[in-house]
């Protein structure tokens, strides 16, 4: 009963969920991402061998974030993270130039996938803060994210410890997330 209320309210009022899927390569900060915006705190993480869901409110748009871990021999598992995800956040560690091409491989596998066809992306350009990070523009180019047409992509620097730019990210996803919805 309780939950009709809310969706009817979320009606009236432009409430609105959405189910993120955060990938990327291991130690890209994903889980440190997750829990600075969950807790707004800093938390010391374990690299991430299934994966954690938290809910995450901003304005008027309730995150669900599925941020699994990014190690080569848990990559297979993601697909079966696809399906319903509206958007894509995908952490890059802008200071790891040895595998920025791993990463370009592994995003636009996922993007191949036809469960994933319809879904935003949102790129964190992270580790902003480290000496010799690659900046948005460089990220974008090494990620070949030019190349894509038919996608809405954007492209932003983030530091997860401070939390620098995590908020501007979240944005976008909500502003576009009401783009892509059909009008009742």
């Known amino acids: 009963m309780g939950g009709s209320i809310s969706k009817a309210m979320g009606k009236i009022f ?4 959405m189910r993120i899927l955060m990938l990327g390569l291991d130690a890209a900060g994903k889980t440190t ?20 869901v938290e809910t995450v409110q901003y304005k008027n748009v309730k995150f669900n974030v599925w941020d699994v871990g990014g190690q080569d021999k848990i990559r297979p598992l993601w697909r079966h993270y696809y399906t319903g995800t509206q958007g894509l956040v995908f952490v890059v560690d802008s200071q790891d130039r040895d595998r920025i091409s791993e990463a370009q491989q592994e995003l636009h596998r996922i993007l191949g996938d036809r469960e994933m066809r319809d879904c935003l992306l949102l790129v964190f350009a992270n580790k ?12 974008t180019e090494k990620l070949g994210l030019h190349k ?37």
């Open 14 to 17: 432009g409430n609105k969920e």
């Open 33 to 52: 991402i997750l829990y600075k915006l969950k807790l707004n705190q800093s938390v010391t993480t374990i690299p991430t061998v299934g994966f954690n």
């Open 128 to 139: 902003q803060d480290l000496k010799g990070a690659m900046s948005p523009a460089e990220v």
């Open 148 to 184: 894509m047409r038919d996608r809405s992509w954007f492209v932003h620097p983030s530091c997860a410890t401070s939390g620098e730019g995590l908020y501007e990210g979240l944005s976008w996803l909500s502003a576009n997330v009401k783009a892509q919805m059909p009008r009742a």
